[in-house]
């Protein structure tokens, strides 16, 4: 790995761990709540990466990239699903939707200057946050598992985008939620390989 590598990784480590600080001071074990601002902030890069990365294609008028396009549309849709379960979920507040505005905003503003700039360093960036969300989904199955919180029905939208079954429950939910964030952990790395 070259210096620059190195230096790249390292920056994009230190603003996961920042944000990761922000996201324990205001919701901590609250996984419900915590999931609903993380989601909504989490459908940004697959959107802002795959709008630029299909701008460049139009201004270059070349094919290269199309299968990361929609893999990164992809994303963006899928983590936007997220958020629809988890606000079935959790119900957030006032305060709460307010959060998400404001977070939101202030991170797509953030990301695309991160995409343009530091293309690496934001994919890199985004797959820590993916191993950070699947930290974070085990730690709330635990708390499923050990009835620290309750394991509900699974909201209706959730049954039918993962063809669960009538029964199935928030930790079966939260099973299928965290494996779609390793993918895209997955899929960040393999992109930031790419730069």
């Given at each position: 790995m070259t210096f620059r590598e190195k230096l790249s990784d390292k920056a994009a480590m230190s603003m996961t761990k920042f944000f990761r600080f922000f996201a324990d001071v205001f919701f901590a074990?609250?996984?419900?709540?915590?999931?609903v601002v993380l989601e909504t902030i989490a459908g940004v890069p697959g959107m802002v990466g795959g709008m630029l990365l299909h701008m460049r294609s139009l201004r270059k008028m070349e094919r290269g990239n199309g299968?990361?396009?929609?893999?990164?549309?992809?994303?963006?849709?899928?983590?936007?699903?997220?958020?629809?379960?988890?606000?079935?979920?959790?119900?957030?507040?006032?305060?709460?939707?307010?959060?998400i505005v404001a977070a939101q905003a202030i991170f797509f503003v953030f990301y695309t200057f991160m995409?343009?700039?530091?293309?690496?360093?934001?994919?890199?960036?985004?797959?820590?946050?993916?191993?950070e969300a699947v930290r974070s989904y085990t730690n709330y199955l635990d708390m499923i598992q050990n009835k620290q919180i309750a394991n509900t029905p699974a909201?209706?939208?959730?049954?039918?985008?993962?063809?669960?079954?009538?029964?199935?429950?928030?930790?079966?939910?939260?099973?299928?939620?965290?494996a779609d964030e390793a993918k895209h952990a997955e899929a960040n790395?393999?992109?930031?390989d790419k730069y």
């Open positions: 074990k609250r996984y419900g709540h915590r999931a299968h990361m396009i929609q893999e990164l549309l992809d994303e963006a849709v899928n983590e936007r699903k997220h958020l629809m379960f988890f606000i079935e979920v959790a119900q957030p507040n006032w305060f709460e939707r307010g959060l995409y343009i700039c530091f293309t690496r360093t934001a994919h890199k960036m985004i797959a820590y946050f993916e191993e909201p209706q939208i959730a049954k039918e985008y993962y063809g669960l079954t009538d029964d199935a429950r928030l930790a079966d939910m939260v099973i299928c939620v965290r790395h393999r992109f930031a």
